[in-house]
Every structure is written in C-alpha cells, then in structure tokens.
C-alpha cells in the first residue's frame, strides 16, 4: 500500500535536493561585497521616501481577501461543467445555488463599498 506513494516521495526529495543546491551554488559562487547602495531599498525605479514599514489602509487586504475568495470559488465551474452530463438536473440546480450564493455575497461586498477604489 505504502508502494504507491515512493514516486511522490522521491519527487519531494529531488525536487528538495535541487532547491539545496540551487541555494548552495548561490552562496558559495554569488558577489559578497556588501555596500550602503546594495542595501537601500529598490522599487520600480524611483528612489524610496519615508519609512518602509508605513502602515497600509485595510481596504487594500479587503480587496485582496475578496479577490481570492471570489477566484477560488470560480474555479469551481470547471469540474461541474466537466461533470455536467452526469450530474443532470440536480447538477444545474446545485450551480443555480452556488452562483445565487455567489451574488449574494458579491452584491453584499460592493453595497458596503469594499469593492471601490478611492
């Protein structure tokens, strides 16, 4: 019983094996001389100003959490509609649920505004 699952055993231990090395090679072969400009912070281009640990408005992980919520229950779709034959009318009407629960939540998020962007 334990034989079928020595192949996904041994592809986390290479794939583990690979990730060593890789960081391995990295430290021992990479640049190692440290330098004030290495160590300033660096985004698209343009110099930082103020504090990097500035304090972020909640709206931006509210968006963020609705976004994966809705994504992940999308995905959803894509087993029904493979199995819709063989589900029939209970499968349709199961989906008309889903999606009802969906809106509702959906319409819910942009009535209190968690869907604007300011």
């Known amino acids: 019983?334990?034989?079928?699952?020595?192949?996904?055993?041994?592809?986390?231990?290479?794939?583990?094996?690979?990730?060593?090395?890789?960081?391995?090679?990295?430290?021992?072969f990479g640049p190692k001389k440290k330098s004030a400009e290495k160590d300033t912070p660096y985004e698209s281009g343009m110099n930082p100003y103020g504090e990097g640990t500035r304090r972020m408005p909640v709206r931006f992980?509210?968006?963020?959490?609705?976004?994966?919520?809705?994504?992940?229950?999308?995905?959803?779709?894509?087993?029904?509609?493979?199995?819709?034959?063989?589900?029939?009318?209970?499968?349709?009407?199961?989906?008309?649920?889903?999606?009802?629960i969906l809106l509702i939540g959906y319409i819910y998020a942009w009535k209190k505004g968690a869907l604007e962007w300011e």
């Not at 019983?1 to 430290?27: N, R, S």
């Not at 968006?63 to 034959?85: G, T």
Request: net charge negative; hydrophobic share 75%.
């Open 61 to 100: 992980y509210l968006i963020a959490v609705l976004f994966i919520l809705f994504d992940i229950e999308v995905v959803f779709f894509l087993p029904w509609a493979i199995a819709f034959r063989q589900l029939g009318l209970f499968g349709l009407v199961e989906m008309a649920v889903f999606i009802v």
């Open 1 to 28: 019983m334990l034989l079928e699952y020595i192949a996904i055993g041994v592809m986390i231990a290479v794939a583990t094996l690979i990730a060593f090395i890789a960081i391995g090679l990295g430290e021992l």
